[in-house]
C-alpha cells in the first residue's frame, strides 16, 4: 500500500511540474481592426511587449476603461502597445459586419478603432491558450514579440495590479 502511494505521489508531483513549466501562449488568430485593416496576431501586435486588454461581454466596458490611463503611459513611454480585444464566440462571425458598425459607431476616434480587434474565436480554447479564468471578468495581459503571456490580471485596473503588470515588462 505505501509502495502504491509513494507512486502516485511521483506520478502526481511530475503531472503538476509538467503543466506548471508551459507556457500559456497567445494563439495565431486573423482578424480586422475597426477601421477595417487586416491583422495576423499576435505577429501583428508588433511590439516586444503587448498588454492585452480583453473582455468578454459589452457590459465589461467600464472595466476595460479603468485600465486605459495606465495602457496610455505604458505605451506613451514606450514600454508596451495595448489594444482593447472583444473577444466573442465564432458563431457570431456571421453578424459580425453588424457587430463591428456598432462598435464603431461608438468609437469616433480612428487611433481607438486602430486599436480595438474583434476575435471571433473558441472562446473556451482562447481562454486556456491564456491562461484565463472564467468570461464573466476582463483580463489585462501582458504578451512578448511571440505571443508567451508574461502576465495576467483579472477585473477592474488597481496600482497592484498594475505593480505586477509593470514587473512583467
Do not use: C, H
Not at 505521489?9 to 487586416?38: C, Y
Not at 488597481?158 to 509593470?166: E, F, G
Amino acid at each position: 500500500m505505501r509502495k502504491i502511494f509513494l507512486i502516485m505521489a511521483t506520478f502526481f508531483s511530475f503531472a503538476a511540474a509538467s503543466t506548471a513549466t508551459v507556457a500559456q501562449q497567445f494563439p495565431n488568430l486573423d482578424t480586422k481592426d475597426l477601421n477595417g485593416r487586416e491583422l495576423s496576431l499576435p505577429t501583428d501586435f508588433n511590439a516586444n511587449r503587448a498588454l492585452l486588454l480583453i473582455a468578454f461581454e459589452q457590459e465589461q466596458q467600464p472595466q476595460i476603461n479603468t485600465w486605459l490611463p495606465f495602457a496610455e503611459k505604458l505605451e506613451n513611454a514606450g514600454q508596451a502597445k495595448f489594444y482593447e480585444l472583444p473577444v466573442l464566440p465564432s458563431a457570431l462571425r456571421l453578424m459580425g459586419g453588424m457587430i463591428e458598425n456598432g462598435m464603431r459607431s461608438g468609437i469616433p476616434s480612428q487611433a481607438t478603432r486602430a486599436k480595438t480587434l474583434t476575435l471571433y474565436t473558441n472562446v473556451t480554447r482562447f481562454r486556456k491558450n491564456l491562461g484565463l479564468g472564467g468570461k464573466n471578468q476582463i483580463y489585462a495581459v501582458v504578451i512578448d514579440r511571440q505571443g508567451r503571456v508574461l502576465a495576467v490580471q483579472s477585473g477592474a485596473y488597481s496600482s497592484a495590479k498594475a505593480k505586477q503588470i509593470r514587473a512583467a515588462l
